[in-house]
């Protein structure tokens, strides 16, 4: 069932609405979703204004959100919701989920795992296409211009990771599989065979590639700082698939500019989609992705599972 004007059957006396399906995962959403399931309804449009939820949402207790900000003053307007399912870890980026608790009694959950291998081989990518100059290269063919670049071989190199859960430890297998030296910093105490965890100034210094992979809190905003990315080794290219707001972006962007760094590629903005004229899409020696890391059929389809396990669990 998939109908949101169908009225709960008996034995499921909740509701459940993906806000802002988008074709693609509203086709996996609706394959995976279950006879034995609560009731569903799919609101297939992926540009939903936070002011229209109440309405969307349609005093629904559950709301599976994908990209759609959910201000605390708006979630009080949602009649009859307890439960926020957000498709992935970020959920911070669009809404306070401890006020959401505290003034609205409405729980966040998120998801973690679906996509650490796609959102690693994404960093991976990002690296290699850095390290080769492969977005100058193409941005010059298309308008005439033969830019031959000089690359940067990877193989001996270090990769520095910052943070180390089920992403970090991904991108660590990959780049080991290659020939590279991986460091790791981690907020808690690790040791995996072949990563050298070693503290962030010394990181930071080392590392050939710095690569970023920390959840996004409290602790972490703006964690990689201007003096941080100051103090990354000369020439090092940065990478980040984790989330714009953990980073400076104008620093970023003007060490990029100024060769302190030798390339930076980011599928992640603190701001989403990234406005026209901002500075980072002004950097040359930048390869910019659309947070599309995750999107992978086989990541697409454990995030859904995983978003309708939280809805059978919260319906008991």
């Known amino acids: 069932m998939t109908d949101a004007e169908i009225p709960a059957e008996k034995g499921h006396p909740m509701r459940a609405v993906f806000v802002d399906a988008g074709p693609g995962l ?6 995976l979703h279950r006879d034995t399931d609560i009731p569903l309804h799919i609101h297939r449009d992926p540009d939903v204004k936070p002011d229209s939820l109440p309405e969307v949402l ?5 709301a599976i959100i994908d990209h759609t900000y959910l201000p605390t003053e708006v979630a009080k307007r949602c009649a009859g ?3 926020v399912v957000f498709l992935g870890t970020g959920a911070r980026s669009y809404m306070n989920p401890e006020e959401l608790a505290a003034e609205c009694g409405v729980e966040v959950h998120i998801i973690k795992g679906y996509g650490d291998t ?11 296409a850095a390290a ?3 977005a100058s290269m193409d941005r010059g ?13 990877l193989t001996g190199k270090t990769v520095g990771l910052i943070g180390f859960g089920g992403i970090g430890a991904e991108m660590a297998r990959l780049c080991r599989g290659v020939g590279m030296r ?3 910093w981690n907020r808690t105490p690790r040791e995996v065979p072949g990563v050298e965890f070693t503290d962030l100034d010394t990181l930071l210094a080392q590392s050939h590639v710095v690569s970023l992979h920390l959840l996004l809190n409290d602790e972490t905003r703006g964690f990689l700082s201007a003096e941080r990315i100051a103090a990354i080794r000369p020439g090092a290219i940065f990478i980040n698939t984790a989330r714009g707001a953990i980073t400076d972006e104008a620093a970023l ?9 030798r390339h930076i590629g980011l599928d992640v903005y603190a701001e989403e989609p990234l406005p026209a004229g901002h500075a980072l899409s002004k950097v040359e020696n930048a390869t910019l992705a659309a947070h599309s890391a995750f999107r992978t059929p086989e990541a697409t389809d454990n995030l859904l599972e995983a978003a309708l396990n939280h809805c059978r669990r919260i319906a008991g």
């Not at 509203?26 to 394959?31: D, F, M």
């Not at 063919?141 to 071989?153: A, D, L, N, P, V």
């Not at 962007?253 to 760094?261: F, I, Q, V």
């Open 132 to 134: 080769k100059g492969l």
């Open 182 to 184: 991986v460091l790791a």
């Open 141 to 153: 063919i298309r308008i005439g211009e033969w830019r031959r670049t000089e690359g940067m071989e």
């Open 118 to 128: 796609a959102v690693a081989e994404m960093a991976f990518a990002l690296m290699w």
């Open 26 to 31: 509203a086709e996996v959403a609706e394959r």
């Open 81 to 83: 919701l307890k439960h």
């Open 253 to 261: 962007a003007a060490a990029a500019e100024s060769g302190a760094l």
């Open 58 to 62: 349609g005093g629904a207790e559950i």
